[in-house]
């Protein structure tokens, strides 16, 4: 914060002396309670074993160290990522440890060299020394690699990590097979299968939707609401979570901060006309980029694609202001190069796929096109309205082009034979079209070295002090809810909300790195509770809302939902009555509801089919259509998700006989093979019994 900051640089001595008594101390406080264990260190229970923090580190640290031998950047929001995949990881691990165990499934020592270099590679082995695509072993390139690692101690250490993986990956694998060969498929079974593809019955139906019974007409109270949720209580289980309100302080740059920078970039500017070694000043002024460099006219930064024809060495352009950084370039020098490049935009009509006669259409419209230019019509304008090409949202441009890299060749001549800025005065046809050419900068081969100062605007101290003061003063003020509702009000901040915020959330709503906050509402706050937090560059005050246990939601949280349901039950009743008050065809009953009731046929409807056309998702209807027996039979009245249906037998077609249903034995077994991974594994951690209380530490 910037107070800390402040004593930072004015009470340097003394902030370190408290700061190092205040770790010693806490260093000993820690070391007596462990030792009197009255503090557990454990981050929850996975199959009834304690998983200490100790243990759930070391897994984090080596896929940690894994992104980073990759290349890749671990930030804060990283972190939480692996943290939970380290988390995952170990349900993994200890879980089906006592599977294989069980089962009596290894990993031998002739399988773990077969992996790496016998005739069964790994594929994380043949990805990084060889050809995924062939299958092929660069064997010659492993051996060097498995030799160096007597050299590299860490090197060694990952490998044994990867080799751990491989066999872990191994008899993961041959367990899923064992369980996937328990699949079979009895002949009845693919009889089934085989007719509910082909089997098939015509059938007339009325639907009537549940908005034809007016909401008015049916009452739903509290208790009709608490049965129903009783009675669904698996439906609606939630896990446990928190509910809070935020304010947010931005801390951003001020007027006068703005003010300062504008200063500051006048003088860097002033500074980098005078100096003659402008490379060395910019590359040592500057905060981002590498301050110079050579640029063609196609990689120019900044806006010098659109000036850099009128500019002449040593000219600036800038400083700008652009999302919060300032910039500023000068041209040092200009140099010759071999390529041109020249800058230009076009209007396309395609012609690609067209008839002659469309093709004298298209020309006359372009013809038409270059006569409005001609007289002095405005060239982006047209294209945006008229041009066939990706370009026309941006009117036509296309920028800075290199010669000889892909044009077409009568567009290239065209733009290239240019001497001077304007429109091509002729209509110039492509492979893919007639075009209308404007030269935006004539051709050049010039290359340009480039000087630059990016400097990011940051708010001040004193900015930053003032926000925090202003933070503070309200933290301070807002004891309790109602007295944090009546300062924002008063105060006119916009207030946000957070619900069903749960132990492992890393961001809540617009805040992302919101782990402190988490951490917080997890292990300290109760309802009432305010405290301040610094997340990049923001202050937020929160006040913790409410809390939710794991279980089945309270009904307040779902009551519009199951209110709903309730009420269509209710409807459901009613229409049962009033449908079977109606007689006659199903088309005369249809007419006798009123006009919000509709009838329908359907052709070779399948069994395996899980909607009926204009109702939507309707299995129990389709079911009950294919219990009936005789041509004219009607289904009772059958509830959907949105009204009710009555169908009426018209029609039986039946699949014939077939001597062989083996292919339809072997779609049920691979299907339920395809299933079974994924089953298998959710129903294993359903079932690991696992308390996850990481959010005390992270």
Do not use: C
């Not at 260190?41 to 640290?61: C, H, K, L, M, W």
């Not at 006359?364 to 090409?389: H, I, K, P, T």
């Not at 083996?662 to 294993?684: D, G, K």
């Amino acid at each position: 914060m910037s107070i800390i900051n402040t004593l930072r640089e004015k009470m340097a001595k003394v902030l370190l002396i408290f700061v190092g008594l205040a770790i010693v101390a806490f260093v000993l406080t820690d070391s007596q309670q462990m030792l009197m264990g009255s503090q557990s260190r454990d981050v929850g229970t996975i199959a009834g074993e304690s998983i200490s923090q100790e243990q759930f580190i070391n897994y984090v640290e080596s896929i940690k160290n894994n992104y980073i031998q990759n290349g890749l950047t671990v930030n804060e929001t990283m972190m939480q990522n692996i943290r939970n995949q380290a988390w995952d990881q170990m349900i993994y691990d200890i879980v089906y440890a006592d599977l294989f165990n069980e089962t009596g499934l290894s990993v031998t020592s002739a399988e773990r060299v077969d992996m790496v270099q016998g005739a069964n590679i790994a594929p994380v082995i043949l990805q990084n020394f060889g050809d995924p695509a062939t299958g092929t072993i660069d064997r010659e390139s492993l051996n060097n690699y498995l030799a160096s690692l007597n050299l590299n101690p860490q090197a060694r250490i990952n490998w044994e990590i990867l080799e751990s993986q491989i066999a872990a990956d191994r008899i993961r694998t041959k367990y899923d097979n064992l369980i996937a060969k328990t699949n079979y498929a009895t002949l009845p079974e693919a009889q089934r299968e085989y007719n509910s593809q082909l089997d098939g019955i015509d059938v007339d139906y009325v639907y009537f939707p549940y908005s034809s019974v007016p909401d008015s007409t049916i009452s739903v109270t509290d208790a009709d609401l608490r049965a129903y949720l009783s009675e669904h209580s698996e439906e609606y289980q939630v896990p446990e979570s928190r509910s809070l309100e935020y304010v947010i302080f931005p801390i951003i740059p001020s007027a006068a901060d703005s003010a300062s920078y504008w200063d500051e970039m006048e003088r860097y500017r002033q500074q980098l006309l005078a100096t003659e070694d402008d490379s060395t000043y910019a590359i040592v002024t500057t905060e981002q980029g590498i301050g110079f460099s050579t640029y063609t006219p196609r990689t120019l930064p900044g806006d010098l694609p659109d000036n850099i024809g009128g500019m002449k060495e040593g000219d600036i352009i800038g400083p700008k202001l652009t999302d919060g950084v300032f910039s500023m370039y000068k041209l040092s020098a200009i140099e010759k190069a071999e390529t041109k490049f020249v800058k230009a935009s076009h209007i396309l009509i395609n012609t690609e796929g067209m008839s002659d006669v469309d093709k004298r259409a298209a020309r006359n419209r372009v013809n038409g096109l270059l006569r409005q230019l001609r007289n002095g019509a405005d060239f982006a304008q047209l294209a945006r309205e008229n041009s066939d090409d990706s370009s026309a949202p941006l009117g036509g441009d296309l920028g800075w082009y290199e010669e000889n890299t892909g044009w077409d060749p009568e567009f290239e001549k065209a733009a290239f034979s240019r001497r001077t800025k304007g429109l091509v005065n002729r209509v110039v046809e492509s492979q893919f079209g007639y075009h209308l050419i404007k030269v935006d900068e004539v051709p050049t081969a010039n290359r340009y070295k480039i000087a630059s100062i990016q400097i990011e605007m940051a708010p001040s101290i004193d900015t930053r002090n003032e926000v925090y003061m202003e933070m503070a003063e309200f933290a301070a003020d807002a004891t309790s809810y109602d007295r944090y509702t009546e300062l924002t009000n008063e105060k006119g901040y916009s207030v946000f909300s957070g619900s069903n915020i749960e132990s492992n959330s890393s961001s809540i709503g617009s805040l992302r790195n919101a782990r402190s906050i988490v951490i917080w509402l997890f292990n300290e706050a109760e309802r009432g509770d305010v405290k301040d937090f610094e997340l990049d560059d923001q202050y937020v005050v929160a006040v913790h809302t409410n809390r939710v246990s794991e279980g089945t939601a309270d009904l307040e949280s779902v009551r519009l939902e199951i209110e709903g349901k309730v009420r269509n039950e209710k409807k459901l009743e009613a229409l049962k009555t009033r449908v079977g008050a109606l007689s006659g065809s199903l088309a005369e009953m249809a007419t006798a509801y009123g006009p919000q009731a509709r009838f329908y046929s359907s052709n070779a409807l399948r069994l395996n089919s899980n909607s009926l056309p204009n109702v939507g998702n309707a299995p129990e209807a389709i079911g009950a259509a294919y219990g009936l027996i005789n041509v004219g039979d009607r289904t009772s009245v059958v509830g959907v998700d949105l009204g009710v249906v009555l169908l009426e037998l018209k029609g039986k077609t039946s699949a014939a006989e077939i001597a062989d249903y083996t292919a339809y034995e072997n779609q049920i077994v691979q299907r339920l093979a395809a299933q079974a991974r994924f089953t298998l594994a959710q129903s294993i951690k359903d079932r690991a019994n696992v308390t996850d209380e990481r959010y005390k530490y992270y």
